[in-house]
């Protein structure tokens, strides 16, 4: 008798798994990442969707003073001067629309509910593109709101303690935190082990950060490596909060729909095809205070390595 026409005793585990439930997980997906940008930025409300920077004209000169003037010497006369057109911030949009058909969402929703785990990965989605929008946007994105003067090339490619050193003394009013690619870290990681000088790490959110000279390097690869990763980034250098005149972020509270600060979900109906729709929005900008709160070191190379003997 062959085995496959030979009696069974037991139940086999193929058939037996009908009845069995299984543990799931929701929805996973790789693109999320820590988003330590968003979490270090002071974030300005702001009314309106607008925010105005107003600062001085000629801000480089000093105010005429006088130290311990004589008796008979007139004090120094003077006034400060703001700008007529100050730069003004408004608010972008990053949004999407999520579509359901209806049916699905009503007949498989156990255990998890299908509108909400579609809305958390899209939600996910738009904050992504948000910290990116953050970084690189063409109007105020933090990349290319560097000042020409607050620029550096590395001095040979790779990121060196010295090149760090040098965007330290551009940005030297209480900086607050370099941001890098996680590739650029790496390459200041391996010239700081050549030069027997490996960083300090601390922790922060519960998570260790390499620093330099008692600075957090701060992870992000939404600053972006050419050629596929193996090219040339930028390492930035920035001093934050409207009191130390550095970099904010900027959200409108109170949106419609609000399920997080600027971040909303509204429902836009049902079409005749049983769709239902839904608006994601996130309102965010950024503006750089003062010229001297953000400083670049530009070249930066990911891909040197060194052979040990």
Known sequence: MTESSEARHTLGEKAARQLANTTKTPPQWVGITPRWLVSLLPWTPVEAGTYRVNRVKGDDKPADVDCSPHDDVDLPQTFVDYEEQPREYTLNAVSTVLDVQTRVSDLYRSPMDQVREQLRILIETVKERQEDELV???NYGLLRNV??????????GAPTPDDLDELIAKVWKEPAFFLAHPKAIAAFGRECTRRGVPPITVNLFGSPFITWRGIPIISSNKLHVGNEGSGTTSILLLRTGEK???VVGLFQPGVPGEVSPSLSVRFMGINRQAVASYLISLYCSAAVLTEDALGALDGVEVGHYHEYK
């Open 244 to 246: 130390k005149q550095g």
């Open 136 to 138: 690189n946007n063409a």
């Open 147 to 156: 000042a020409p003067s607050m620029r550096i090339l590395t001095r040979k």
